[in-house]
């Protein structure tokens, strides 16, 4: 076969596989980094889909007993009745890369939670932070409970665009400098409009949703915003779930100045309040944001657990004892606590 005789002195691993995907030529590179005598090679199918167009990453043990990462890129070979070329590249290192990244990425990550949530009287707190499984999944998503000096208890949670080392960076800039415009502003829909503007000016092409509230024990007042984020849930008192959809606005980052909406309203003791990313209640491949919504409201439906126990029931109910694709955030607080 002509492509035999091309692929032959490659020094790029080669194979050439029949419709059943069935090794009929490996030259010596394939071997090599495949780490199987040629005699077993040739003749045995391959064992994985080969999709033409594809690349497919596969973990093989090596002759020198070292697990390598193969990419296999499939093309197939005009006029050969099914069969089709597969060309082998050793990205160990970029495995090995994405793997140092990941850890990196949730040590900052992890390091910008709160360990323990304040102490506020009248007021319970409990949170929950999951990273996302698979590639480089960790870095957007961060919650916080900030004190205020008047009384109040300021509550945040955000989601930074993309992942990896530069989202968790620019989360952690975000989460600071909300929680210092929060002990300037007492407006939830101000102390976004002022981290809005920060964010065109610290990364023009950056982009994050968050929701910011504040909570006054002393009377139940309850005022937030909300800048492209899935919306505050509240059970009422009689175990009745609502989703807080007013004082909706654009995401941060987006370039187009509006005012932001505020809504207030008050809260009785005994409700509870949740706060959520997008991990939580969506699969991008499985389940769509609405759904995952109507998930979490009928979960929590009639619920009077306290905040800790609540948000192992949300995680255990909705993540389906699987671990997430997405970061997940979540911040729960029962007023009269």
């Known amino acids: 076969m002509d492509a035999q005789a091309i692929v032959e002195h490659q020094p790029v691993g080669t194979l050439i596989v029949d419709e059943r995907t069935a090794v009929v030529f490996a030259n010596p590179a394939a071997v090599e980094l495949l780490g199987v005598p040629h005699e077993q090679l040739v003749g045995e199918a391959f064992g994985l889909p080969l999709v033409p167009g594809e690349v497919t990453d596969v973990n093989v043990a090596g002759r020198d007993r070292t697990v390598h990462t193969l990419a296999l890129r499939t093309t197939p070979l005009p006029g050969a009745d099914g069969a089709r070329l597969v060309t082998l590249f050793d990205v160990s290192g970029r495995a090995r890369l ?4 990941h850890r990196l990425v ?4 992890r390091s910008l939670l709160i360990e323990r949530m304040p102490e506020v009287p009248g007021v319970s707190l409990a949170a929950r ?4 499984e698979g590639e480089i999944r960790v870095g957007g998503d961060w919650y916080d409970a900030i004190p205020l000096p008047d009384g109040r208890l300021g509550l945040a949670i955000g989601d930074v665009t993309g992942h990896g080392v530069a989202s968790a960076a620019l989360m952690s800039q975000l989460r600071n400098t909300l929680r210092a415009y929060a002990l300037e502003h007492p407006s939830p829909a101000t102390v976004l409009d002022r981290l809005d503007r920060l964010l065109e000016h610290l990364e023009p092409e950056g982009m994050a949703t968050a929701v910011y509230l ?3 024990p002393g009377t139940g007042e309850l005022a937030f915003a909300a800048a492209g984020h899935p919306y505050p849930l509240l059970v009422r008192a009689d175990g009745t779930p609502e989703f807080l959809t007013g004082a909706r606005s654009l995401p941060l980052g987006t370039g187009i100045i509006r005012p932001r909406a505020e809504a207030r309203l008050t809260v009785a003791a005994g409700s509870t309040l949740i706060l959520y990313t997008d991990g939580l209640v969506e699969r991008r491949s499985q389940r769509p944001l ?4 109507r998930r979490l409201a009928g979960c929590v439906a009639g619920q009077r657990s306290e905040p800790d126990a609540l948000c192992q ?7 389906d004892d699987e671990p997430p694709t997405d970061d997940v955030a979540l911040l729960v607080m029962r007023a009269g606590g």
């Open 129 to 132: 932070y999951l990273p996302g």
């Open 106 to 109: 949730e040590s900052l990550q």
């Open 214 to 216: 504040t909570y006054t």
């Open 98 to 101: 994405y793997e140092h990244e």
């Open 313 to 319: 029931l949300i995680l255990s109910e909705l993540l």
């Open 290 to 293: 609405e759904e995952g919504m």
